[in-house]
């Protein structure tokens, strides 16, 4: 059963943060009300945060105090390719910098409709390439942070560069036909998002490329030689099947893949971590998983 916490929590979300995911909220307005709701959020003690310019991509470096030498973390926020930024996801990103103890480098990738894909897995493969100048990286993103992670895991293998440590995926999105069954039948039960909002996003990142492109649609993708990725869920979102047929594709490529879900929790349920107890089990297994 979800935490008392969790559950005052989840309501609060479906109250003030699900309607801005309605495909008539401009995305304007919507980037700006999700920057305003974590403005206020408190960072994390023992992290220091500055913001940097990564081969001409603005980013937050997260360094824990306690940082460890030799690994880094590359986060790609989510924001349905549309919205999200370093100030909407810096609490939960910096309290996994602390958790992992890992110095960890939260892009601001280009968004969607102004650029469209590939400037997202551009950007991302420029910030990759940076970082394994000062040695080994793990990538880890959220929704459709985590598809991008795939996507430019991708990118990586082809261009022949090392491979990441590791992958940790929270609720990616990686199908944007929006063809899973939970997409339909868990929209009642979903705290965050909306099926008319998710679907209706979908070609406005793709653009000509097409919503089955495998960078686009990573569930599309051949898995071979990917490295170790972790992917959590929440029970009730609609994009439940987006990881459970991950894990299945990755585990038929003999990808080391660990799929764990969360009953109870809605999508990315994990930027909760400064105070509810399941998403800070999410961070703790994310740090357990990349020291394994």
Known sequence: MASLMARITGTLI????QPTFQPDYPIARQRKRLDFLQKFA???LGVEKIEITLA????????????????????LHGGGYVSGSPQSHGDMVARIAKQTGL???????????ENVFPAAVDDALIAYKELIKDGSVVIAGDSAGGGLSLAVTQAIRDAELPMPDA??????????NCSGESFSERAEREKLLTPD???????????????????VSPLNADFKD????????GSEEIL??????????????NVSVVLSEYPEMWHVFQLHAGYMPEAKQALKEFAAFIDG
């Open 197 to 215: 909002w998710v679907s209706q996003m979908a070609p406005k990142y793709a653009g000509e490329a097409g919503l089955t492109h495998p960078q």
């Open 167 to 176: 992958l940790v995926l929270f609720s990616p999105w990686i199908d944007l």
């Open 42 to 44: 408190p960072m994390p």
């Open 226 to 233: 990917f490295p170790p990725t972790l992917i959590q869920v």
């Open 56 to 75: 001409g991509i603005p980013a937050w470096r997260l360094t824990p105090l306690a940082a460890s030498k030799g690994k880094q973390l590359l986060y």
């Open 14 to 17: 479906q109250k003030l943060v």
């Open 103 to 113: 110095t960890t480098t939260l892009i601001d990738y280009r968004l969607a409709p």
């Open 240 to 253: 439940y099947s987006d990881s459970i047929r991950l894990q299945e594709k990755m585990a038929a490529a």
